[in-house]
């Protein structure tokens, strides 16, 4: 495990018939964690440069099935099992209440997890995502994505059933008509602003949808939380460490 940046600790986790392997930074940590879920074909080692950045607090994401170190699933799965899946795990953490984080496929399911978990979530961090994956636009221009050309990136570490599951997962979804009712939840939404694969206009989208969202466009492609992961992990930690909007009203 000494290819994961920060060296987090790692573990399996067995959750509804899936076998998934899961790492944690600063485990046990006081203050609100932070779950992380990855893009399609992306495993931990992939995130571990943005997440061991993000400090002062328990950080920790998984593979999905097919990918990393979880085995492929016996059979497929669909949004909502995932994010009833990942909340499991949450809750044998000791994690009622946590940030979320989803960069691209895990920014869908992060939307997935904040509707179907109201209450859960305190804080909601949405990178290079839609909340339509079948938008028109997605991906057209991946071939010349500069994020994407110049990381040379390739899923050696997922299946092809692995990617094939999480594609299907999200065939179809759309968070469109859930979104408003995540009004009173803090959310940021980032964006690249040379993404190929999912343009800006998708995070505009989200945040016009989410009363109260905050939107950026930063620089980088679609790969920005990687390959920007310093002042990436430094605009979440701002964002994380800001006070609640009831104590700021007090405050006022």
């Known amino acids: 495990m000494s290819r994961i940046s920060g060296r987090p600790s790692v573990s399996t986790e067995h959750v509804y018939g899936l076998t998934l392997r899961v790492a944690r930074w600063r485990a046990g940590k006081g203050g609100p964690p932070l779950l992380f879920l990855n893009g399609i074909g992306a495993d931990i080692a992939a995130a571990a440069p943005l997440l061991a950045r993000i400090g002062e607090r328990e950080v920790w994401t998984l593979d999905m099935p097919g990918v990393g170190g979880s085995p492929d699933a016996l059979l497929p799965y669909a949004a909502p099992t995932m994010a009833a899946t990942v909340m499991e795990i949450a809750d044998r953490f000791g994690h009622r209440r946590l940030d979320l984080a989803g960069f691209s496929w895990g920014g869908a399911l992060a939307q997935q997890v904040a509707v179907q978990f109201p209450g859960r979530i305190r804080r909601l961090v949405l990178m290079a995502t839609t909340p339509t994956v079948a938008a028109p636009g997605i991906g057209w221009a991946a071939p010349l994505d500069d994020d994407m050309l110049a990381s040379g990136l390739r899923l050696p570490t997922a299946t092809p059933l692995g990617l094939s599951y999480q594609a299907m997962a ?58 920007h992961a310093a002042p990436v992990a430094a605009r979440i930690r701002a964002f994380l460490d800001q006070p609640a909007r009831a104590e700021q009203r007090a405050a006022a």
């Open 170 to 227: 999200m065939a179809g979804w759309t968070s469109a008509p859930m979104l408003p009712r995540l009004r009173a939840l803090p959310t940021l939404v980032l964006m690249g602003k040379r993404d190929g694969v999912v343009p800006a206009s998708h995070g505009r989208a989200i945040a016009d949808l989410i009363e109260g969202a905050t939107l950026e466009i930063v620089p980088g492609s679609h790969l920005f939380p990687f390959t």
